[in-house]
């Protein structure tokens, strides 16, 4: 592992445990959480260039009105905020996404 990377993953993981959460899985599924919702915002990102550069129209992961709920918007919310706002907004918003989505028999 990077060690840039790996200094960076050390430091959240003080901060998850001085903020009392105490269980590894706890940590291991926020970081995680947070992970996968910079890789959709990356993937987005990537989305929009192309969709720029070639004039194609590509499917968008946030519709005008959540982009709100993209990584780049909200991370440098912290604390109770952050809590609050993935918690409250971003997570029931992903949970209709999936509930959404087709399912592949």
Known sequence: MNCEIRK???RIVDILWTERALSPTTYIEQISNLIYL???DEKETSGELVERLTGSDIKTLYPKQAQRFRWSKFRLKSGDDLRDF???EVFPYMGNLVKQAPRIT
């Open 8 to 10: 960076k993953l050390d």
């Open 86 to 88: 993935m918690r409250d």
């Open 38 to 40: 910079k890789l959709l």
